[in-house]
């Protein structure tokens, strides 16, 4: 199993920035993706971004450019750097990760972020 904890949200402008944390139970290495999922009020959850074990790296569409994931195996933790941010960007952010050779899917509780207008 792989408990993840997250961490970062809160509310910011728009044009801000903010940065997300999720702390994983397990050594990330041994996860073979990871990821960042957020789900808008009365929409459904979505793909925001993900990082392999490899370290390659996958993004929405609509927070190219302006949004980065990372992390860093000595922590264990994964890190998804939000810039310029927009109003649209307000949700529910769940970190993801997938494990072992089922590839099992583990979530977060989620971390709320709200720009303001």
């Known amino acids: 199993q792989v408990q993840l904890v997250e961490s970062g949200g809160g509310l910011v402008p728009a044009g801000g920035s903010l940065r997300l944390s999720c702390a994983a139970s397990?050594?990330?290495?041994?996860?073979?993706?990871m990821g960042w999922y957020r789900q808008p009020p009365g929409k459904q959850r979505e793909l925001v971004a993900t990082?392999?074990?490899?370290?390659?790296?996958n993004y929405a569409d609509s927070v190219k450019g302006r949004f980065t994931i990372s992390r860093d195996n000595a922590k264990n933790t994964v890190y998804l750097q939000m810039n310029s941010l927009k109003p649209e960007d307000t949700a529910r952010y769940y970190c993801?990760?997938?494990?072992?050779?089922?590839?099992?899917?583990?979530w977060g509780q989620g971390t709320q972020v709200t720009v303001s207008s």
């Open positions: 993801n990760a997938e494990y072992g050779v089922q590839a099992t899917n583990y």
């Open positions: 397990r050594i990330i290495f041994s996860i073979n993706t």
């Open positions: 990082i392999t074990r490899g370290g390659s790296t």
